[in-house]
């Protein structure tokens, strides 16, 4: 059974600090999707790494892929509250559809 | 590129009748579509996968007779919720790959939200 496991779920930043979203999955999968959502809102693709080793940044984003290790990071710098959302990472199975097993999902909110 | 629609975008149906749920590609030929449901505060989950022409592939525990997958061409799907109950309310997403979009690529509509009085 394909697992993709997030931490933390939830995550209360303070404005300026750096955090870090971790994302292990279970397989042999080297694509790995990083997604927001905004309450109420469907998914908005930040990032899709495809080989191990991949960094990719947008802004105060950062992602990255170890396949070695079967783990991706979502790496947040200087943190505003524009970043308050719920971030979902997704495993691409493979196979002949390409199916997508998404994690939790991290829920960031910032403190007042 | 690569914009997906869904129509509608939000449905209050009464218990016992069906709604059809629509997913457009705009701008691309979708050969595979995607249909997830989303709960409140949860994450995403497959529900069936289909592809142009032929019939959808339903995850395990998903009632195909339920939940009417349609796939007639390359630029829409259609879900129907048949015999709705208060607990199929939730949040549909569609999302779709194919055409000029990378086969490892899904580009995902903005929901449905659907709730079942």
């Known amino acids: 059974e394909l697992k993709v496991e997030q931490n933390p779920l939830f995550l209360s930043m303070q404005e300026g600090k750096n955090y870090t979203i971790y994302c292990n999955y279970s397989?042999?999968?080297?694509?790995l999707y990083w997604y927001r959502q905004d309450p109420g809102k469907s998914l908005e693709s930040l990032f899709v790494?495809?080989?191990?080793?991949a960094v990719k940044q947008e802004g105060r984003l950062m992602a990255s892929l170890d396949t070695k290790a079967r783990l991706s990071t979502l790496h947040i710098t200087a943190a505003v509250h524009d970043l308050s959302a719920t971030y979902f990472c997704a495993e691409n199975s493979g196979g002949s559809n390409y199916k997508l097993t998404f994690g939790k999902g991290t829920l960031l909110t910032m403190n007042p | 590129g690569a914009v997906v629609s869904q129509h509608p975008s939000r449905v209050i149906c009464k218990s016992g009748t069906s709604v059809k749920i629509e997913c457009r590609s705009l701008d691309f030929q979708a050969t595979t579509m995607f249909w997830y449901r989303q709960f409140p505060k949860k994450s995403l989950m497959l529900m069936a996968t289909s592809n142009e022409g032929s019939k959808a592939t339903y995850e395990q525990g998903v009632e195909k007779d339920k939940f009417l997958i349609n796939h007639a061409s390359l630029t829409l799907s259609t879900l129907t919720v048949t015999s709705a109950h208060p607990e199929d309310s939730s949040f549909y997403i569609c999302?779709?790959?194919?055409?000029?979009?990378?086969?490892?690529?899904?580009?995902f509509g903005p929901g449905t939200r659907l709730t079942v009085t």
């Open positions: 790494l495809l080989s191990n080793g």
């Open positions: 999302s779709a790959s194919g055409g000029a979009v990378p086969i490892h690529e899904q580009y």
């Open positions: 397989t042999t999968s080297d694509r």
